[in-house]
């Protein structure tokens, strides 16, 4: 497609439940991030990949995030133990060249709901 | 740590006013700075991008400066419509080399509404 996707577009999920939430990136795209984006917040990052190198993984709250790209390309943000505070839109956003000023084009999100 | 602010956070006008967005951040040393757009359920439209380097940028009915000295950048909406009513976002690139300089930083929004 033309720009980035995610999916599912929307999970619920039990307290305790194992999740994991895909982004395809634009075809190309170097560069690939992860954001949480909490009701009435802007978007905080969570992390950071190069290809397939994870180079910034500063922003996942704990070691219950885990994200991969193992081929460079799609990306998986998988959530073990999912708790209330877990529920938020997570975005993938994706750029061409690490090396231009360019911008980051967004997907419409996941809307995480944790019950 | 970068903080953005952005004023104010919701703002409603009639239609066919114009209008100024304002963000601002505590940390001038940027890289570069972004307005967004983001419609409910929807992920994020960039509108505009300004280079550290830049004053201001255009695209159409947008206008956006950058004053990075002061740590501030103002969306200006000509003319607005009905179908402007969306919360905007304006986040900062920090300018330094390594972990954490490719993230964006962003301000909880604007939420404009246009009244027909």
């Known amino acids: 497609g033309a720009g980035v996707s995610q999916s599912p577009r929307y999970k619920v999920a039990k307290r305790g439940q194992d999740v994991a939430l895909r982004c395809d990136p634009i075809?190309?795209?170097?560069?690939l991030f992860w954001y949480q984006q909490a009701l009435g917040q802007g978007p905080e990052f969570l992390t950071y990949?190069?290809?397939?190198?994870?180079?910034?993984k500063s922003g996942l709250p704990s070691d219950r995030f885990f994200a991969e790209r193992p081929e460079g390309s799609v990306s998986t943000l998988k959530i073990q133990r999912t708790q209330q505070e877990d529920s938020a839109v997570y975005l993938c956003?994706?750029?061409?060249?690490?090396?231009?000023?360019?911008?980051?084009?967004f997907g419409p999100g996941t809307r995480l709901t944790v019950l | 740590k970068q903080e953005v602010t952005q004023i104010p956070a919701a703002l409603s006008v009639p239609e066919g006013e114009n209008l100024v967005l304002n963000c601002s951040f505590t940390?001038?040393?940027?890289?570069?700075l972004q307005w967004f757009r983001q419609d409910p359920g929807k992920g994020l439209t960039s509108l505009l991008l300004?280079?550290?380097?830049?004053r201001e940028q255009t695209s159409g009915r947008l206008n956006a400066s950058l004053d990075k000295s002061s740590g501030r950048s103002t969306l200006y909406i000509a003319a607005s419509q009905p179908g402007d009513s969306a919360t905007y976002l304006c986040?900062?690139?920090?300018?330094?080399?390594?972990?954490?300089?490719?993230?964006?930083?962003f301000g909880k929004g604007t939420k404009l509404s246009v009244i027909p």
């Open positions: 300004i280079q550290s380097s830049q």
């Open positions: 956003a994706s750029r061409p060249d690490r090396g231009r000023p360019s911008e980051q084009f």
């Open positions: 075809s190309g795209h170097v560069s």
């Open positions: 940390d001038s040393a940027i890289y570069n």
């Open positions: 986040a900062v690139r920090g300018a330094y080399s390594g972990a954490g300089s490719y993230q964006l930083t």
């Open positions: 990949f190069q290809n397939e190198a994870q180079l910034d």
